[in-house]
């Protein structure tokens, strides 16, 4: 099971901070953040391997967003930093149980997903 908190309303330039609690099982993983923007497809946003060491974001957030991991915790940090409107969207977390290291973009390569958290970009 994965559930995330931390969305909401922020301006323009604001930052927030999402996080995703993991059952035991699904943090030994690889983690991801997909968004799914109103009209849009669900896109990746970052994951991290087990471990924390191997990161991956889309170009679009690189510089702007951290992914972290605190195993001890099984939970699961998305950093956000000088959000846009184009960062208007429904966060998910997903859980990548059979990979350990390999970072996939793709949402069939996650079989475990939260129900998502509104992130809401203001001018």
């Known amino acids: 099971q994965l559930v995330e908190s931390g969305g909401g309303l922020v301006q323009s330039g604001g930052s927030l901070r999402l996080s995703c609690a993991a059952s035991?099982?699904?943090?030994?993983?690889?983690m991801g953040w997909f968004r799914r923007a109103p009209g849009k497809e669900r896109e990746f946003v970052a994951g991290l391997s087990w471990s924390g060491a191997i990161t991956r974001y889309t170009d679009s957030v690189k510089d702007r967003f951290t992914i972290s991991r605190d195993n001890a915790k099984n939970t699961v940090y998305l950093q956000m930093h000088s959000l846009t409107r184009e960062d208007t969207a429904v966060y998910f977390c997903a859980a990548a149980t059979k990979s350990r290291n390999y970072i996939g973009s793709s949402h069939t390569e996650y079989d475990y997903w939260g129900q998502g958290t509104q992130v809401t970009v203001s001018s």
């Open positions: 035991g099982r699904l943090s030994n993983g690889v």
